[in-house]
């Protein structure tokens, strides 16, 4: 467990205040643990005075002017890496704000994500950033509740949003909706698609009907695999039986796309345009393939994370996962909210579905009454040297 507060004024940060904070501190370095509030010694007492004996108290010390946050996140077990990853963010989304209205405690989920949250709660925490995956936030939730402390996962597990759990992971049924847009809008009307067997493939195959549909296009095929080299080349041949196609959502990370790519370019989708997923946003390699260039994708917008990337290796001596900006954006959001929250007092959970939104490294966001983060998205395209934003993701939302 690790505690993390800083002194200053309480004000939320718009992208733009964001990229000033990046140049104004950018040589910061942070520490690899947690960071410690720093206590001010009190001088000591005149020699005749006798000092007086320190009060023993059990768990953390009383708060009276800072909101208890909570951070559940793995800090050791197999994903020890992703959970420093936000732990890190977090702090430093504290420095770049000044604020001196959040304690945030960090609780390690592989101990027991239940466990950590009754902890969490049984130490004054009104808010849980985290925990990160569903399964997780599925054993955090009937504790957080019974407790009325709400909890922002990192997942995107839709099964679990709702009755006090809100969820900011990256959506893909977002993602498709909006490739599937911007593809159609652009003139492409017969769609088909690769979807892998599973959870990811289903939600992803599910939307990819539907928005098709919505937008007055064609389903020309849609065809599964498992996430193997045999059943990737299996599918496209099957596909390639099939009517012909315009556009070709894969519909799984960048690494099968990147195999699945240039089989279709030599089995009847040569002139298509490839479309893909959130998840291709962390694969670095997918410009050196030529049978992808030109293919698009939705994300987040990458700006801004690109920026706090480079500020995290200098400060940690390694690169971030991607998931960082979720623990950054979780404290913007509850420096925000904290501006007109009393302390000690119940989180306004209301405050979360404001219309308006927030926003962040990744861009504008809102939590819809679900309790899933909806997002505002680019799409990228890739190209010879990298990638570029075809279609730049709306600054906000309009009432």
Request: aromatic content about 6%.
């Amino acid at each position: 467990m690790a505690e993390r507060s800083l002194a200053g004024q309480v004000r939320f940060v718009t992208p733009g205040r964001l990229r000033q904070a990046f140049a104004m501190l950018g040589a910061l370095l942070l520490s690899a643990c947690a960071t410690v509030v720093p206590r001010t010694q009190a001088p000591p007492p005149p020699p005749t005075q006798q000092p007086e004996q320190p009060e023993v108290v059990q768990g953390l010390p009383t708060d009276t002017e800072r909101h208890r946050v909570a951070l559940l996140v793995p800090m050791s077990g197999d994903n020890a890496g992703v959970g420093r990853s936000i732990a890190n963010a977090t702090t430093m989304a504290l420095l770049d704000t000044k604020t001196e209205r959040l304690r945030i405690t960090t609780y390690d989920t592989a101990r027991g994500p239940a466990q950590a949250a009754r902890q969490a709660i049984a130490e004054g925490n009104k808010l849980i950033l985290g925990p990160l995956t569903g399964e997780e936030a599925r054993q955090v939730a009937p504790v957080a509740k019974a407790a009325n402390v709400p909890v922002i996962s990192y997942s995107n597990d839709a099964s679990v949003a709702g009755d006090g759990v809100y969820l900011l992971g990256y959506s893909p049924e977002q993602s498709v909706d909006r490739v599937i847009d911007l593809a159609h809008a652009r003139g492409l009307s017969n769609f088909a698609a690769l979807v892998p067997r599973g959870v990811y493939g289903t939600r992803a195959g599910d939307a990819f009907l539907a928005r098709v549909r919505a937008v007055g296009g064609t389903v020309v095929a849609v065809e599964t695999f498992e996430r193997s080299a045999a059943s990737v080349r299996a599918a496209v041949g099957r596909l390639a039986a099939s009517s012909s196609y315009d556009a070709l959502l894969i519909a799984d990370v960048g690494r099968i796309a990147l195999q699945a790519a240039p089989l279709v370019r030599a089995n009847g989708g040569a002139d298509a345009r490839i479309l893909g997923t959130e998840l291709w946003d962390t694969e670095s390699g997918l410009s050196a393939n030529a049978a992808l260039r030109g293919a698009w994708y939705a994300s987040v917008a990458n700006g801004l994370y690109r920026t706090l990337a480079t500020r995290y290796r200098a400060s940690y001596g390694a690169a971030p996962y991607r998931q960082a900006s979720l623990g950054y954006d979780s404290v913007l959001l509850a420096v925000r909210i904290a501006e007109n929250w009393r302390p000690g007092t119940t989180f306004p959970v209301a405050r979360l579905t404001d219309a308006e939104g927030f926003s962040g490294i990744d861009g504008a966001f809102r939590f819809s009454r679900g309790g899933i983060a909806e997002r505002a998205l680019e799409v990228q395209q890739i190209d010879a040297g990298g990638t570029s934003v075809i279609d730049p993701a709306p600054r906000g939302f309009g009432r």
